[in-house]
């Protein structure tokens, strides 16, 4: 009877990483959905950068759309542990945007 219940919960519980990993999936397919466009913007802000112009959904778009580095020219991917992932790079001193940029080439421009 308990390895019954023990074999319950680990179905339960991988169920429940099943359904969370579909609903990440569904929103990383997604970028141009309004919540992830605003908290992306949010944290733009809160990282001192600044839209040229004011134009953030300008500057958002322009990020959204670009799929090469600027400097390098490698292909741009989402996702968190690539050195070719996708950052918006900008001037941390007076907050400038300076282009979109790979995560190697963003990182090559801090030093």
């Keep these: 009877m308990s ?12 169920l429940r990483i ?5 609903e990440r999936i569904a929103y ?6 309004d919540k992830r466009k605003t908290r992306r913007i949010c944290d733009w802000k809160r990282s001192g ?13 322009h990020y959204i759309n670009t799929k090469t ?3 390098c020219n490698v292909d741009l991917v989402s ?3 690539t050195c070719n992932k996708k950052c ?6 007076t907050g ?3 282009g979109v940029v790979c995560h190697r080439c963003n990182f090559l421009r801090g030093k």
């Design 79 to 81: 996702g968190n542990f």
């Design 69 to 71: 580095c600027d400097d």
């Design 49 to 61: 950068v600044i839209a040229p112009l004011n134009d953030w959904e300008g500057l958002y778009q």
């Design 18 to 22: 099943i359904k969370l990993a579909k």
């Design 3 to 14: 390895s019954d219940l023990g074999i319950n919960y680990l179905i339960e519980r991988d």
């Design 88 to 93: 918006l790079d900008h001037c941390h001193f």
């Design 28 to 33: 990383n397919a997604n970028p141009n959905d």
């Design 96 to 98: 400038e945007f300076r």
